[in-house]
């Protein structure tokens, strides 16, 4: 068997297993954002139907995923495998989306970087020749974390400027051993209506460290979080041997507008050159909102900001031929509801994967 | 390569990886049970000298993996990748615990399925040339679950004959690629004081999926989970072609008294022989604890329960020569601390993986 390991954190794939499929659902204020046209399904309520938020996002993860199986082409009985996780305790809208999907199903917490965590476990498993077809994805609701997390939304406290909105939204993706049937993918993506020449396939991926830069505000996510994306970008690149311009667009997950320009910092200062870094690096918690006319505060952020981005805008900008090679790194803040009360710091991590067209 | 699927749920390995050390951490409690001689530390008081019920629980769980490394003969910086999960929000102990010990980590959620969940998968990673070595644990600890599931622990609120005890332990494996030096191992083990002639290598594994069979009372934990085990049981010897015969033991986590009369009349309903079943199988909510003299209500549970189990007692008695092929199903219930008031019931899953002596 060939070296499947390079360097200290990262993977290389044999096979390079394909991502088939990809669909983001979002909720209403996601859907008036700027990158409304790249989503498959918009809600009109972000109860969508159900009695609770929490049954609503569990809802939108299911919507997600049966929406990138049927963009597949693949039938249920075809997918091997769920791997799945969210914000919420004990997983509540995997675990209640696994139920209803029926599959072999494993459970993934990495708080806001579940979203690489799925996809790079996924292509792990492909190429390694446990599955053929494996579904990932990974969700967040805004009134679902607000609960867990902050203040019950009836209570409508003040945020300072530094808390992040978290994202009504789920992103899924199929990933496979055998590249896609291309008519029918170019059929099936009834939204956009167009022909998808590219097909989309896992080249490495690099698991992350849990990095604690000391930071004990859970309003400053993004500033938690920042030290962790860079580091697993710089072990990526020390492990691969490659340089930021060998992308075309590297991206975090959910850093937002503070949390992207310390990470872009610490990249300069890693010894990155501050021009390719500025042209080449994006954070996906800066893209899902118009900043000022949504007020969203920090920017987005939870697991489906990421989740969405990744498999509404970028797969399918990948899809079109408009991006060839990007390093997707969903970031995540491992801290508790309870731990800042026992003095404890943010631990952050991120993984990440790298996609590339054919 | 080879086909590494069998059946709908079953993944087979190639090369069959190893596992090279194990340790098992329990509490006051845990350490006064039927096990007590098999655990490789007993604490003196479940705070373990930190200031909260939190920060012992991961405390627990850092100590269960470097008592492992330890025995394993290996040296931190042969770990290629850390797999844990266990019971509290947002996994706080496994992430302080990855915070500390500082390599590469993916978060896992299963509730108390997570020992089997993490063992298949770092028995897959490990198969697929992903990694050389992988630590991989699970913890619980009473008075964390309790607070969280339950009631504040000083409420001393009376709690009814079926609910289960959740153990406060943790356990850990090395999972790895290469069989250890066994001279080293029977050198370290410094407990038991004993040569360790065998050798435990991972056969396969059965990747559930959520069943839920309706059952809405939460201190019905056991009767909730007994219907996944015995579907991930029965899907593991249609995938496999074998026959309960062909293992020694059939453990499943912690379906406790209830649950595993239940689970072991619904093997028998499904076909298989009564006396096979009651001299094969058998579960480690029933084990860890004296029934009646430590009060326990309806046998053990959490994440630690099978952990500890597995780790402490079965991996050294396969060790020893006293078994040889074990298949460890580690069950859990799928439900979050709101799920029920949302009228759910409470989904279960369970994985299982075959350990074999050579």
């Given amino acids: 068997m060939a070296e499947k390991k390079m360097g200290n954190q ?21 859907g008036e954002g700027p990158l409304c046209s790249w989503f498959d399904v918009i809600l009109d309520d972000d109860m969508f139907g159900e009695k609770t938020w929490e049954k609503a996002e569990s809802k939108m993860l299911k919507e997600a995923m049966l929406t990138a199986l049927r963009k597949s082409g693949k039938e249920k009985q075809d997918i091997d495998l769920v791997l799945s996780g969210d914000l919420l305790n004990q997983l509540m809208s995997s675990s209640f989306m696994a139920r209803d999907l029926h599959l072999p199903f494993l459970g ?17 498993l492909t190429d390694g020749g446990f599955a053929h077809n494996i579904i990932v994805g990974a969700s967040s609701h805004y009134c679902t974390a607000e609960r867990q997390f902050r203040m019950p939304v009836e209570h409508g406290n003040q945020r300072p400027p530094s808390a992040q909105w978290t994202a009504t939204a789920a992103g899924a993706m199929v990933v496979s051993e055998k590249e896609p049937d291309l008519s029918k993918i170019g059929h099936v993506d009834e939204k956009q209506k167009i022909f998808t020449p590219c097909n989309i396939r896992v080249d490495c991926g690099t698991i992350g460290k849990v990095i604690d830069a000391g930071v004990k505000d859970a309003n400053q996510m993004g500033s938690a979080m920042a030290p962790a ?71 987005g952020s939870g697991c489906g900001c990421s989740a969405s981005v990744f498999s509404g805008n970028i797969i399918r900008r990948m899809q079109r031929g408009e991006l060839h090679k990007v390093l997707l790194v969903s970031t995540g803040a491992m801290l508790s509801t309870i731990s800042p009360f026992q003095g404890e710091s943010i631990p952050g991590i991120a993984h990440g994967v790298v996609l590339e067209t054919c």
């Fill in 229 to 299: 994306a860079v580091d697993t970008i710089l072990n990526h690149l020390q492990d691969t041997g490659r340089a930021i311009d060998d992308y075309d667009l590297i991206l975090t997950g959910d850093l937002g507008y503070i949390g992207k320009d310390i990470a872009a910092d610490l990249l300069v200062d890693a010894g990155l050159d501050k021009k390719t870094v500025k042209q080449k690096y994006d954070d996906c918690g800066t893209m899902l909102y118009y900043r000022k006319e949504q007020d969203v505060h920090g920017g």
């Fill in 10 to 30: 990262t993977v290389k794939f044999e096979t390079c297993p394909y991502v088939i499929g990809s669909a983001a659902v979002v909720g209403q204020k996601e």
């Fill in 108 to 124: 993934l917490y990495g708080a806001c970087s579940t979203m690489t965590e799925s996809l790079l476990l996924a292509a792990m």
